[in-house]
């Protein structure tokens, strides 16, 4: 079954410096996602994406992230200049098409910053 | 942002026995449901969904209960299994969320004991 993966599976950062993360969503599908989630609380939305334009975007998806579909397959997090607050799993998800379609997770990446 | 709730943090049940996974939300604009499953160092999985024109969605030991007046969702397994202690999310989308943003319960741990 195809799936959604993510590189790296670990991050380790200082806080100030810049980190991506990367996505390769399901090949078919049109919705790509971020979400993250801090230990021990919810699952929480960052942005969606879809036809090479945010599409929505949550108050924590501020001016030091961004998102970017470089090629046909990739999907990328970039956050520009990391806080200790930054530190959490970061999933990527996509889905064939919008509202009512499931979404489809990968791994994550934790990221944890110093 | 208490939307969507799931009251119990975590649930045992022995094998062989139902599990019923509760979750409440409070806006009456959400008009589809989904639950998750989610195993330690893996994204969330898609398990099963219900569209708020119906009342009960059902795949092999999994059903999906949705009761509008009261705002109340459940998801019930049966018979459970070792294989299905994981944590469960609930999730709705909004029928106006052009970004198709997913919003996320709590989660509750399930431990089926053999």
């Known amino acids: 079954e195809p799936e959604v993966t993510q590189t790296p599976s670990h991050q380790v950062t200082q806080m100030g410096q810049e980190v991506i993360l990367r996505c390769v969503p399901i090949?078919?599908?049109?919705?790509f996602y971020w979400y993250r989630q801090i230990l021990g609380q919810k699952v929480e939305f960052l942005v969606s994406?879809?036809?090479?334009?945010?599409?929505?975007k949550s108050e924590i998806f501020d001016d030091q992230f961004s998102v970017e579909r470089p090629d046909g397959s990739n999907f990328t997090l970039k956050i520009r200049s990391t806080k200790l607050e930054d530190s959490a799993m970061y999933f990527c998800a996509s889905s064939v098409r919008g509202v009512g379609s499931p979404l489809h997770f990968g791994n994550g990446t934790r990221l944890t910053v110093t | 942002d208490q939307q969507v709730k799931q009251n119990s943090p975590s649930l045992s049940v022995q094998e062989g026995r139902i599990s019923i996974l509760n979750c409440d939300y409070t806006n009456s604009m959400f008009d589809y449901f989904l639950w998750y499953k989610k195993y330690p160092a893996e994204g969330p999985t898609f398990l099963i969904s219900i569209s708020s024109i119906k009342d009960k969605n059902e795949d092999g030991r999994f059903t999906v209960f949705l009761n509008k007046s009261a705002k109340h969702l459940s998801l019930h397994i049966v018979p459970s299994q070792p294989g299905d202690s994981a944590v469960y999310f609930c999730a709705v989308y909004r029928n106006n969320n052009a970004g198709n943003m997913l919003t996320f319960g709590g989660g509750t741990r399930l431990m089926v004991k053999p």
């Open positions: 090949s078919n599908h049109l919705y």
């Open positions: 994406f879809y036809n090479n334009e945010i599409s929505e």
